[in-house]
């Protein structure tokens, strides 16, 4: 012990390794044996299962097309938010699962699915789904029953008699 240490980065250099001075995290792209990227998005109780590859553009979830499993045109929209999003539309074929929820919430996951699955095929879409907010998992889930309540919060009819 001759030397003393005034600081972590002494420490570092004694060691040998040299500490990372305020470096960014280097986000690389993971793909599996076949080339797509997966990744799962969850919202309310709804869990997606999402692959992306390159292709035409289709979108499939549980064996359908995302148009006939989403009938309403709003979730459609919330469904591809993140391609029109990254400038990437028609450019991935996008195939989903999605379990659990209602269709409200499952499309929310397939969103955050596409979104992350997006971030692992290029990582430099990281920053522009970031900033639009696709990237955060939305945790508002139902609140639970309590005892002595008709439902969460409302309790039952006051009777005065």
Known sequence: MAEELQSLGDLGSALGTAAPENEAPVHVQKLDQFGRAYATGKRKDAVARVWIKPGTGKVTVNDKDFTV????????MIVQQPIVAANRSGQYDVVATVAGGGLSGQAGALRHGISKALTYYEPELRSILKKGGFLTRDDRVVERKKYGRAKAR???QFSKR
């Open 69 to 76: 499993y989403f009938g309403r045109p709003v979730l459609r």
């Open 154 to 156: 409302r309790s039952f």
